[in-house]
């Protein structure tokens, strides 16, 4: 029964000669959860993107884009940490790759992946451990019983990760949202879920 799938493969080997060369940071979103992924080229039916996520030739996939931009497709060959997916409808690669439609409101950023576990942060030399809500390669959002003042320094360490200094930019109930002076690398975010699930035993 490879047919389906062999079929898959060859039409996007086949896609047009129209291909974009880009380096950019998005979101996959899989049936296996949502992940980090690297956007290398983009056409009109079709994306290659680094990916960590385990996943095989006709599973559906969601891509998001730095720009907020979702596009639906379907994964057409996987080769380790690379996947090529195609589209479920042509689209239009200019108007993707415009950022936000001229929406000056609305700022590109780093892709934001759910978090579990925790993070030791030092503010005013005295150390405390907070809960994780989300992480991306330009910062986090922690869960705190009394966050800091919106501007404030702190040193983060998230087991799995190297230390970053960071500056806390919002802060609204229990949340609050923190930059990180020096952006994560790709491996350090797209390996992260993985050394973090190993190391809670999940």
């Known amino acids: 029964m490879t047919e389906p799938r062999d079929a898959l493969a060859n039409s996007y080997v086949a896609r047009e000669h129209r291909l974009t060369r880009i380096l950019l940071l998005g979101r996959l979103i899989a049936a296996t959860g949502e992940h980090?992924?690297?956007?290398?080229n983009i056409s009109a039916s079709g994306l290659g993107v680094d990916c960590t996520a385990a996943l095989a030739p006709g599973d559906?996939?969601?891509?998001?884009?730095?720009?907020?931009?979702?596009?639906a497709g379907r994964v057409a060959w996987s080769n380790g940490t690379k996947l090529g997916v195609k589209f479920d409808a042509p689209i239009d690669v200019g108007a993707v790759l415009r950022h936000n439609g001229g929406d000056l409101r609305l700022q590109p950023r780093a892709p934001r992946l759910p978090a579990t576990g925790t993070a030791l942060v030092w503010a005013g030399g005295r150390p405390c451990v907070h809960r994780l809500h989300d992480l991306s390669q330009s910062g986090c959002r922690l869960i705190h019983a009394r966050p800091p003042a919106p501007g404030t320094l702190v040193r983060i360490a998230i087991p799995g990760l190297p230390p970053r200094n960071a500056t806390v930019r919002w802060v609204r109930d229990d949340q609050a949202g923190y930059a990180f002076h020096t952006l994560l690398s790709f491996a350090d975010i797209a390996g992260w879920p993985h050394r973090n699930a190993a190391a809670s035993g999940r």
């Open 36 to 40: 980090v992924c690297r956007a290398r």
């Open 60 to 71: 559906a996939v969601t891509i998001e884009l730095r720009n907020f931009i979702r596009i």
